[in-house]
């Protein structure tokens, strides 16, 4: 069975940091690219970080050189260091792998609430 489960999201002060984990299970994780993606109230779901399976990292222009993705393919797990966090940061943080082998396999975790305070 397939399980992605975040954990790590909380209420922040704006300035402050926060640290998300996704630990991951059911599949085989060193193989997929891992992400994290967002989504606030009235707003559509958006891509905050990906890293591949090789270690390539890619950001949104929003959170550049505040957050850090990063993973840890030994405990099949993927983190997202956030700092200096805003306001507008606030949202669902969801955890996502993926990857393309003739078809595209995509896992989602349940999300966690992250809540910046201004």
């Known amino acids: 069975q397939v399980q992605l489960v975040e954990s790590g999201g909380g209420l922040v002060q704006a300035g402050g940091s926060l640290s998300l984990s996704c630990a991951a299970s059911?599949?085989?994780?060193?193989?997929?690219?891992t992400g994290w993606y967002r989504q606030a109230p009235g707003k559509q779901r958006e891509l905050v970080a990906v890293?591949?399976?090789?270690?390539?990292?890619n950001y949104a222009d929003s959170v550049k050189d505040r957050f850090t993705i990063s993973r840890d393919n030994a405990k099949n797990t993927v983190y997202l260091q956030m700092n200096s966090l805003k306001p507008e940061d606030t949202a669902v943080y969801y955890c996502?792998?993926?990857?393309?082998?003739?078809?595209?396999?995509?896992?989602w975790g349940q999300g966690t609430q992250v809540t910046v305070s201004s």
């Open positions: 996502n792998a993926h990857r393309w082998s003739g078809v595209l396999r995509a896992y």
């Open positions: 890293i591949t399976s090789d270690g390539g990292t």
């Open positions: 059911g599949f085989t994780f060193s193989i997929y690219a």
